[in-house]
């Protein structure tokens, strides 16, 4: 009797257990669906999702996985297509917290502190930015937590699953290596004095090796000819080197190895902490010391994989490091797993506890958690009303002609077009080539005056050229043949198309857009100053620092435009807020002549050319070096 009656309390624990995951699950994915951005989001992401939909190949290291995952979720009758991806993300941010709920569970048999930690990752901020847009790092999450979850799996059916999870991982991302040591260490702890026979290791190898033969979708799909197969891997070389990302290899392991604890520092324990809480990453340390006192085996396991994860990354020295943190997201679970483990040590059955410590323990986390993190980060997390990326491609190909040629600069503008070609099908008709590494004059020429030629930035060697100009328009500029005795300006036609492009900013804006936008207007502004424009050169300025207040090249031209008025008053105050957004003045006083004003942003311009020619960008050193002569000269 005693026994049946065991069994039907571990079964409606069971069933408490269950029901508790699925409210989670439920929970999580209501949140990130009021948040849940309407299109794609953050530069990456219309690469990736516009080579899905397409079928394509997507920048390295390809992500076969994700193009097909994506693929199978455009079909889902919700909003644009970005929209569709972005609840891919949505779901797999929702089941990585899952599973670090189940995998504290399994460990510790209390719901308690699995909610809490499942909660902690699932309301962090990136982790929930991520989760609501149409990118790729939640299915790393996923993985890294599925990874995790199957490492509590004893026995040979453990050993199968890790394997085959971690095959298939790789095939989306090659974050997943960091797993490689622990998995290793762990198979050597649990196999025991006899450990496994050769034919499971067989049969592991196997289950790992299988799934990729997904990556034979990168030489397929690129042999296809469709119209994004990025690298082109086709060839065993290409392919290769595609996989492996061998073109951004330059960043790993190459930043100077005493800066290191300093990087560890801001982006392990800094990051941590912020995204975390400093309460949370109190009690993954508290965690971590627990596991190891349960289970050595486990703990080692746990400690490999977050050292391997800060080991490699604090060493990847990308060139803009704005979302580095997503890199940790494997951390983050281990954390988080470790956190709620901490927590569970209150709540485990037989502990002598005292209630009020109980009830201040939870107090304090449900703090944590609500405040802290739900409420404190809705509104960053929020995500339903970008369409940044987006709009800025659509803005772009809206200002060029039907069957005309977009020269398009950086990843950014390439991304949004593609997406809206693509993935919105606006304006197929646009030939649009990336003009990095390329001969910007010759392809002008091989296209014009057959087809027109737009470029959505102003190459400032491009004052050198011979034959051609460039003509604003709106958001980007138009090729003009300089044969013709006028320049055909047309202000109310460029005033127009930025009219129609409708607000450039939002109230969480993307940084690099915003550049974008407010680099067009100043170039833009630089050639009406040129051509004697000089109203209109004063507007776009203007335009310019509403989105970037500290632009310092507007704040001098601004300042050159009074001076040329005869407001010299005017004129100082310009030049010395262009000194003061170089951070040259600092705690000093303003300059109180224009002389020397001028000589000090003169010598600026001079030290930005040196800096720019010493790093190879000899285009912006000309351009420097020019403002500075045109500012010494200027009256």
Known sequence: MTRGIGMLKGTKKFEAKRLSGALLLAGIMAVYLLTLAPSVSFRDSGDMVSASYTLGVCHPSGFPFYMLAGKTFSFIPLGEIGARYSLLSLVSGALSALFVFLIVVRLTGVP?????????????????????????????????????????????????????????????????????????????????????AAKDYLLAALAGLLPLLIYAYLPFRAGAGGPLTWGGPMDLQRFLAHVTAKEYRYAMFSGNIFELPLRFYRQVIVTFASELTPVGLFLSACGAFLVFRRDRQLAVFLLLAFLSNAAIFVNYNILDPQNIVTYYFASFIIFAVWAGIAVTELHEPGKAVKPWLRGLTVASLLFVVFFRLFAGNFEKADRSNDRQLSDYGANLLRSVDKGSVLLANGDVPLFSVWYQQYGNGRNKSVDVIPSLNIDIEKTIEKNFPRQNVYLNY?????????????????????????????????????????????????????AIITKLYAQARFEQGEFFLEHGYFSEAEEQYEECLKLLPDFVFAWISLGELAEKAGRKALSLEYYNRALSAAGITGKLPPFTDIAGAKAGLAGLLAETARVRAARGAQDLAYYYNLKRDRLIKWR
């Open 458 to 510: 102003y190459p400032y060697f491009a004052s050198g050229f011979k034959k051609y100009g460039l003509l604003p328009c709106g958001p980007v500029f138009k090729v003009y043949s300089k044969e013709k005795k006028e320049v055909p300006v047309d202000v109310s036609a460029i005033k127009a198309l930025w009219k129609h492009c409708g607000a450039q900013r939002s109230a969480e804006p993307d």
């Open 112 to 196: 308690q502190g699995a909610l809490f930690s499942a909660l902690l990752l699932a309301f962090s901020l990136s982790f929930w930015t991520y989760s609501s847009m149409s990118e790729k790092y939640p299915l790393y999450a996923f993985f890294s937590a599925l990874l995790v979850l199957t490492a509590t799996v004893r026995g040979k059916k453990g050993l199968y699953l890790f394997a085959f999870f971690f095959g298939l991982g790789l095939t989306h991302h090659l974050a997943l290596v960091v797993f490689v040591l622990p998995c290793l260490a762990l198979i050597y702890f649990r196999s025991g004095k006899g450990g496994f």
